[in-house]
Nanobody
Framework: QVQLVESGGGLAQSGGSLKLSCAAS????????MGWYRQAPGKQRELVAE???????DYGDSVKGRFTISKDNAKNTVNLQMNNLKPEDTAVYYC?????????WGKGTLVTVSS
């Protein structure tokens, strides 16, 4: 089992940047996929970005060209660099690790972007 803790959320202005980090207890190398999802009030949880295996990246259409996902195996973290933020990015962001037989989720970190 992998436990995940997100950090880095907060308040940003439109056009600004934030970096989210997901720290894991347990080795993230055991995750078949790792990624970030988000959920805004009244909306479904949606894919932000995922790393499939080690080299394949998948981004949600609304964040392509603005967000970048990365893994740091030495620090056992997965990061999300968010640039050119928009008010529509306001949501709770969740880290996910998919293993054989289990999906592991963090508790989430709130990102608020002002217009």
């Amino acid at each position: 089992q992998v436990q995940l803790v997100e950090s880095g959320g907060g308040l940003a202005q439109s056009g600004g940047s934030l970096k989210l980090s997901c720290a894991a207890s347990g080795n993230i190398r055991s995750c078949i996929t790792m990624g970030w999802y988000r959920q805004a009030p009244g909306k479904q949880r949606e894919l932000v970005a995922e790393i499939i295996g080690s080299v394949t990246f998948d981004y949600g259409d609304s964040v392509k060209g603005r967000f970048t996902i990365s893994k740091d195996n030495a620090k056992n973290t997965v990061n999300l660099q968010m640039n050119n933020l928009k008010p529509e990015d306001t949501a709770v962001y969740y880290c996910k690790c998919s293993q054989v037989g289990a999906n592991n989720w963090g508790k989430g970190t709130l990102v608020t972007v002002s217009s």
